[in-house]
């Protein structure tokens, strides 16, 4: 049996020698960590970021997409969840023997591909297997010092990944957040210049850190971390979620005006580079919030949101555009004058939430996969429908509606060309739909969502009218959505067919997804992370050197989400339940894997546990 401490009656941690380790994980997490390596090679990335410069001069973004990974699986491989009632393994040389094989085994598979790119010809099914990739993987030496380099530095990486787990464990979290601190300030360079000009002595000449300021910037990140400040974030953060009444109302206020300060400083700081990706961030961020009531609240998984974006867009188009279709009747108008753009918003608004109605009303008894897929069906449909000849005359088919003219108010005017004011109508719309969807939340139809969410059977047995309740549903995302298509006409000046793809729905869905359905926060954040950071479908990010790769980076964190943490960055705290039951342990107990020595095979444990039942069975 377990050790277990004199006072509390609690597992000990079990010591262990530094190879009494598990070879069978550690090679599953090596080959896993092999194929990983190998991927991003043959994904072109490595070579088509070698060009940008993280540290100057011997990091580089393209050798920081194949160094991290061994870190970072060289550190999980050692991490264990210590469920009730098991003792916890103590950590030690063994974690860091671990990492090390794991990292080895990995450089392995990246040193295998080394020797293969250069003796054979595969571009023809593999477009990246080149020589560049041999010269970047061989460090331009020969093929074999690439060969025993990329083991041993692989190696490293994964025993300085393990030995993550011997250091104490606010040491521990301050050598991370310093690592974070200095790729961070090396990587969003463009960034913090165009907010701060004076930090540009950070910085080389050809881009990156100096080797100095990376060293200053770790010390500091490090004294930080050390001095308490990320526990007093999170000592803050609790209270924060344990107050309620007055109190809790008051600390809300007191961070939407600070937020909302920020947001009115910031652009007025920023070159247009930066106030133009924040625009495009706020327009992705309204779709999201529309988006996060059909999904996060009430569980519809609509794929074909995109549809209504698209609405909106072509509907504010017609109402204020001299280049519509022919075809339109002569009494409706064209709202191209003063404040005529706040007539069309409403008109929009209204066009929408008939779309939602359509669109909802013959698929919403539909559940799960059935409705997304045709709900998937469905914005296609409507996306043909503005390409199409049928509609033409109308819609100008694949030549789609140009001159558009700005948002036009009377007192003032947003014009597209200026990201500045598009940013500040983007945030009002944006504040106006969080409102919304703060009171819809904590409503009786909010409730009725999430319930329907939870199980729609239980709701429907309960009296929910889960059909109404759905569509409902799709109305309010549908309205929302009509927001972000206005602003996007009046903001690019000319709209499409092809701005409305369904890849347009896909991203909004990982936005929420990552973010955390159901929270307005979790929505915010997402967008920030992923449209501010990587970009749009055709949206440029931060990080412009990923545009060529962002929807795969999309996929791999999506997948991590999934698996890894379901409830989001920023999750919805009923959500979070809802995800997260604590089935594991009695799994584990059913294993007979609780209070037992870990000599103890799995065959023995079966049998005390069937010995249990079955004395359990007689004495009742």
């Known amino acids: 049996m377990s050790a277990v401490t004199a006072s509390t009656g609690m597992p000990t941690a079990v010591s262990k020698g530094a190879f009494d380790v598990d070879w069978r994980q550690i090679a599953r997490t090596g080959g896993l960590l092999a194929l990983g390596l190998v991927f991003i090679a043959l994904t072109g990335m490595p070579v088509g970021l070698d060009e940008r410069t993280v540290i100057e001069p011997w990091l580089s973004l393209g050798l920081l997409s194949l160094t991290f990974l061994p870190f970072v699986l060289g550190y999980t491989v050692g991490h264990e969840k210590v469920l009730e009632g098991v003792a916890a393994k103590a950590k030690g040389a063994r974690d860091v023997v671990a990492g090390a094989a ?12 080394v020797v293969l790119v250069d003796n054979f010809d595969l571009r023809d099914p593999l477009v990246n297997w080149s020589p560049q990739l041999v010269e970047m993987l061989s460090f331009d030496q020969s093929v074999g010092f690439g060969f025993v380099a990329w083991i041993a530095i692989s190696g490293a990486l994964g025993a300085a990944g393990g030995a993550l787990h011997v250091l104490p464990h606010q040491v521990r979290r301050a050598v991370v957040a310093a690592i974070l601190a200095v790729l961070l300030t090396a990587i969003f360079e463009s960034f913090l210049t165009d907010v701060i000009d004076q930090l540009e002595f950070l910085y080389a000449s050809r881009g990156g850190l100096t080797n100095v300021w990376a060293v200053v910037v770790f010390v500091v990140a490090m004294a930080v971390s050390l001095s308490g400040g990320g526990e007093k974030l999170g000592e803050r953060r609790a209270a924060y979620q344990a107050a309620s009444g007055p109190a809790k109302n008051r600390q809300t206020a007191l961070f939407i005006a600070a937020f909302s300060l920020a947001m009115i400083i910031i652009p007025l700081v920023t070159g247009k580079i930066t106030q133009e990706l924040m625009a495009n961030v706020g327009i992705f961020m309204l779709l999201a919030l529309g988006l996060n009531i059909v999904v996060g609240l009430a569980g519809i998984l609509d794929l074909g949101y995109v549809a209504f974006f698209a609405v909106g867009g072509y509907t504010t188009a017609v109402l204020t555009s001299p280049n519509r279709g022919p075809d339109w009747p002569s009494w409706v108008p064209t709202l191209d004058g003063p404040g005529g753009w706040l007539i069309a918003l409403a008109v929009t608004i209204v066009m929408a939430i008939f779309a939602g ?12 996969d059935y409705l997304a897929i045709v709900t998937l069906g469905f914005g296609e449909i409507i996306r043909l429908l503005f390409l199409s000849d049928w509609l033409g005359g109308y819609f100008n088919g694949a030549q789609g509606i140009t001159n558009i003219p700005s948002a036009d108010f009377g007192i003032f005017e947003v014009k597209g060309t200026d990201p500045r004011s598009v940013f500040y109508l983007v945030m009002v719309l944006a504040a106006i739909s969080i409102y919304i969807s703060w009171r819809l939340e904590h409503s009786r139809l909010g409730r009725a969502w999430m319930a329907v969410r939870e199980d729609e059977s239980v709701a429907e047995a309960m009296g929910i009218n889960t059909v109404n309740v759905k569509l409902m549903a799709f109305v309010v995302g549908a309205a929302l959505a009509s927001f972000a298509g206005a602003v996007f ?9 092809t701005s409305f793809l369904i890849l347009v729905s896909i991203v909004i869905l990982v936005i929420v997804i990552v973010g955390g359905m159901g929270n307005i926060v979790g929505v915010m954040v997402g967008a920030l992370g992923l449209v501010g950071v990587l970009g749009g479908p055709k949206q440029p990010g931060l990080l412009q050197e990923f545009s060529e790769y962002k929807l795969l980076i999309y996929g791999a964190l999506l997948i991590w989400m999934m698996l890894n943490r379901p409830e989001g960055l920023v999750p919805n705290v009923r959500r979070s339940r809802e995800l997260h039951q604590d089935e594991f342990l009695q799994d584990a107990w059913l294993r007979g894997e609780v209070d037992r020595d870990e000599s103890t095979t799995e065959a023995e444990a079966s049998a005390n546990l069937a010995d249990g039942l079955g004395t359990n069975g007689g004495a009742s």
């Open 102 to 113: 794991v990292g080895a085994l990995g450089g392995l598979g990246l040193s295998v591909l």
């Open 357 to 368: 109605l359509v669109i909802g009303a013959p698929v919403i008894r539909m559940r799960g």
């Open 489 to 497: 006409s009046a903001k690019v000046g000319s709209i499409f067919p």
